[in-house]
């Protein structure tokens, strides 16, 4: 798998899909380009989840989005998690297949945490490795999201956003950059949030997820439960500016609101998003 | 130094047994100690998993309370920390645990709601497969259903309860006050289905649950109305034995017969 493969096209603004909200779709056909749906949820024999899956991708675009690849772990790849994964994909046909840049256990352990790794030569000759594996054996780049993380660890010898463009340029995996987990880090880890998008290849950006947080004021906390707050909206427009139009949705997975009020938020990236890019007259990414 | 596998190791000790060795990892910032930092970590894994569980037995949440779920929760994520990719399998032991475990293991009318619950989570996302239609029965000769058999869809389970845990979930999902326990003197048997999509159940006169369970083994038709006049008396043991088949079939709850040689 080389950086040669083809980047997915633009796809416009979606929202995270979830359960509460799936009468209201089936329904009413909600103006939303597409939708992301978590992997895991419809890992499941059969049933509801996945013919109501399957009604709604007759309508939208939809984009992968897992929880436990675990790419960084240094237990064994989980063969029976990639081969379910594939199976998804080649049912429904995702426009791409992302999860995150973190581990989630080792010997056989699950934590269902997103959890931090050291920006160290070992651990990216280590998460290289097995993203080219992963990558071969789905026959498609895979697609990595930024984690927030709220420790750091002494031995990092570099930084994230040098970790992500490095992995990038080993292996050809596209990036799902989550401008609230910037957000989160740099607070957390006293860094200029800018730093870390300047440092990100532009031409791999694919996605980005905008969030609310939970403020703890010595830390802030990604919770995912309120809606995207101002200083993270500035930060997309930052971001939109360095990385151009790029497919982009509202991630909600607490204190789940109707599905009106997230329109109405992406209505808000929308707006930023046209606003921004009319004024930075960055052409349509490929 | 140690390497990344040596790291990640100690970490998850830290989360799940709250070692802390992996602090001399870990580095402070101006604002906070690297100890409280660790501990988001830490109370995220327990909150998380004791989420999964009240998700998936929302009955028994309800009815133990908050406190005392969390209590029970938590000496379950002690006994079984995760081993599985998916949220969704996390919590399929409960109702074993609740039944092998002091002080829950007194209270069986625990073990019983779980297993409801559990049973109505896997039919719901059991595999799909035919239902068996009253018209696909046409084509059987008159002489021929001695010898048919059925399969039970893949979207049923059959459970067996010594207490009155049926009536409890019933109650909770009224949002009225659940009745008190009750040791029945005899088992309550439930068949547990998805229809339409959603899962449901009903508890099983014996002799109907009887020939289920027999049915489902691939009992013929023959041998299961010889089995209910057995059981409950000869008269009209192949009618009744017919409306159970009628009232299964109804309720989606076979996928298919075949014609025995």
Same mark, same amino acid.
């Given at each position: 798998?080389?950086?040669?493969?083809? *980047?997915?096209?633009?796809?416009?603004?979606?929202?995270?899909?979830?359960?509460?909200?799936?009468?209201?779709?089936?329904?009413?056909?909600?103006?939303?380009?597409?939708?992301?749906?978590?992997?895991?949820?419809?890992?499941?024999?059969?049933?509801?989840?996945?013919?109501?899956?399957?009604? =709604?991708?007759?309508?939208?675009?939809?984009?992968?989005?897992?929880?436990?690849?675990?790419?960084?772990?240094?237990?064994?790849?989980?063969? +029976?998690?990639?081969?379910?994964?594939?199976?998804?994909?080649?049912?429904?046909?995702?426009?791409?297949?992302?999860?995150?840049?973190?581990?989630?256990? /080792?010997?056989?352990?699950?934590?269902? $945490?997103?959890?931090? =790794?050291? %920006?160290?030569?070992?651990?990216?000759?280590?998460?290289?490795?097995?993203?080219?594996?992963?990558?071969?054996?789905?026959?498609?780049?895979?697609?990595?999201?930024? /984690?927030?993380?709220?420790?750091?660890?002494?031995?990092?010898?570099?930084?994230?956003?040098?970790?992500?463009?490095?992995?990038?340029?080993?292996?050809?995996?596209?990036?799902?950059?989550?401008?609230?987990?910037? %957000?989160?880090?740099?607070?957390?880890?006293?860094? &200029?949030? *800018?730093?870390?998008? &300047?440092?990100?290849?532009? +031409?791999?950006?694919?996605?980005?997820? /905008?969030?609310?947080?939970?403020?703890?004021?010595?830390?802030?906390? $990604?919770?995912? &439960?309120?809606?995207?707050?101002? +200083?993270?909206?500035?930060?997309?427009? %930052?971001?939109? *500016?360095?990385?151009?139009?790029?497919?982009?949705?509202?991630?909600?997975? $607490?204190?789940?609101?109707?599905?009106?009020?997230?329109? &109405?938020?992406?209505?808000?990236?929308? *707006?930023?998003?046209? $606003?921004?890019?009319?004024?930075?007259?960055?052409?349509?990414?490929? | 130094?140690?390497?990344?596998?040596?790291?990640?190791?100690?970490?998850?000790?830290?989360?799940?047994?709250?070692?802390?060795?992996?602090?001399?990892?870990?580095?402070?910032?101006?604002?906070?100690?690297?100890?409280?930092?660790?501990?988001?970590?830490?109370?995220?894994?327990?909150?998380?998993?004791?989420?999964?569980?009240?998700?998936?037995?929302?009955?028994?949440?309800?009815?133990?309370?908050?406190?005392?779920?969390?209590?029970?929760?938590?000496?379950?994520?002690?006994?079984?920390?995760?081993?599985?990719?998916?949220?969704?399998?996390?919590?399929?032991?409960?109702?074993?645990?609740?039944?092998?475990?002091?002080?829950?293991?007194?209270?069986?009318?625990?073990?019983?709601?779980?297993?409801?619950?559990?049973?109505?989570?896997?039919?719901?996302?059991?595999?799909?497969?035919?239902?068996?239609?009253?018209?696909?029965?046409?084509?059987?000769?008159?002489?021929?259903?001695?010898?048919?058999?059925?399969?039970?869809?893949?979207?049923?389970?059959?459970?067996?309860?010594?207490?009155?845990?049926?009536?409890?979930?019933?109650?909770?999902?009224?949002?009225?006050?659940?009745?008190?326990?009750?040791?029945?003197?005899?088992?309550?048997?439930?068949?547990?289905?998805?229809?339409?999509?959603?899962?449901?159940?009903?508890?099983?006169?014996?002799?109907?649950?009887?020939?289920?369970?027999?049915?489902?083994?691939?009992?013929?038709?023959?041998?299961?109305?010889?089995?209910?006049?057995?059981?409950?008396?000869?008269?009209?043991?192949?009618?009744?034995?017919?409306?159970?088949?009628?009232?299964?079939?109804?309720?989606?709850?076979?996928?298919?017969?075949?014609?025995?040689?």
């Amino acid at each position: 798998m080389s950086q040669s493969a083809q *980047k997915p096209e633009f796809i416009g603004f979606g929202l995270g899909l979830r359960p509460t909200h799936y009468p209201e779709i089936l329904d009413h056909d909600p103006s939303v380009d597409w939708f992301e749906v978590i992997s895991e949820n419809y890992m499941v024999p059969g049933g509801q989840p996945l013919q109501i899956l399957e009604r =709604i991708r007759a309508r939208y675009p939809i984009v992968m989005h897992g929880v436990s690849l675990s790419i960084a772990s240094t237990a064994a790849l989980n063969m +029976d998690y990639l081969a379910n994964l594939k199976g998804l994909a080649e049912r429904f046909e995702p426009r791409w297949i992302s999860d995150h840049l973190c581990w989630t256990g /080792v010997h056989g352990v699950n934590l269902h $945490d997103l959890l931090p =790794i050291p %920006y160290t030569q070992e651990a990216l000759d280590h998460v290289s490795d097995r993203v080219h594996q992963v990558q071969d054996y789905l026959g498609r780049p895979l697609t990595l999201e930024n /984690v927030s993380s709220y420790v750091s660890f002494g031995r990092s010898e570099m930084l994230e956003w040098e970790f992500i463009a490095e992995l990038t340029r080993r292996t050809g995996c596209w990036l799902l950059f989550d401008v609230n987990n910037v %957000y989160v880090s740099a607070f957390n880890h006293e860094y &200029d949030p *800018k730093q870390f998008i &300047d440092g990100i290849p532009a +031409d791999r950006v694919l996605q980005f997820h /905008v969030a609310g947080h939970s403020h703890m004021d010595t830390h802030i906390i $990604d919770t995912h &439960d309120a809606p995207v707050c101002d +200083d993270v909206w500035d930060l997309y427009r %930052y971001a939109l *500016k360095r990385f151009g139009p790029v497919s982009t949705i509202i991630e909600r997975d $607490d204190e789940i609101p109707p599905l009106a009020d997230l329109i &109405d938020e992406l209505d808000v990236a929308r *707006k930023i998003a046209a $606003d921004t890019l009319s004024k930075s007259k960055t052409a349509v990414n490929a | 130094m140690k390497d990344l596998a040596s790291l990640q190791e100690e970490f998850q000790r830290a989360v799940i047994d709250g070692d802390d060795a992996v602090l001399a990892e870990l580095v402070d910032t101006s604002k906070e100690n690297r100890a409280v930092l660790l501990n988001v970590y830490r109370n995220a894994y327990t909150e998380r998993l004791v989420e999964f569980l009240s998700n998936d037995y929302e009955k028994l949440y309800a009815y133990l309370g908050e406190e005392q779920f969390g209590q029970m929760a938590h000496g379950f994520i002690t006994a079984n920390p995760s081993a599985t990719s998916n949220a969704r399998w996390f919590g399929v032991r409960l109702p074993e645990f609740l039944r092998e475990t002091e002080p829950y293991r007194t209270l069986p009318e625990l073990g019983d709601l779980a297993a409801l619950e559990r049973a109505l989570n896997d039919v719901f996302d059991a595999p799909d497969a035919p239902v068996l239609d009253l018209a696909d029965l046409t084509v059987v000769p008159a002489d021929g259903w001695p010898r048919l058999t059925f399969a039970p869809h893949p979207a049923t389970r059959r459970l067996d309860h010594p207490t009155n845990a049926t009536d409890i979930w019933k109650a909770l999902h009224n949002e009225e006050a659940p009745p008190e326990t009750k040791i029945l003197g005899e088992t309550r048997q439930v068949i547990v289905y998805r229809s339409g999509g959603m899962a449901s159940f009903r508890p099983l006169p014996s002799d109907e649950a009887m020939m289920w369970d027999e049915a489902a083994k691939g009992v013929r038709f023959s041998v299961l109305c010889e089995m209910l006049s057995i059981y409950g008396g000869e008269e009209n043991a192949a009618g009744r034995a017919a409306q159970h088949l009628q009232r299964w079939i109804s309720s989606g709850l076979l996928t298919r017969f075949e014609l025995e040689s």
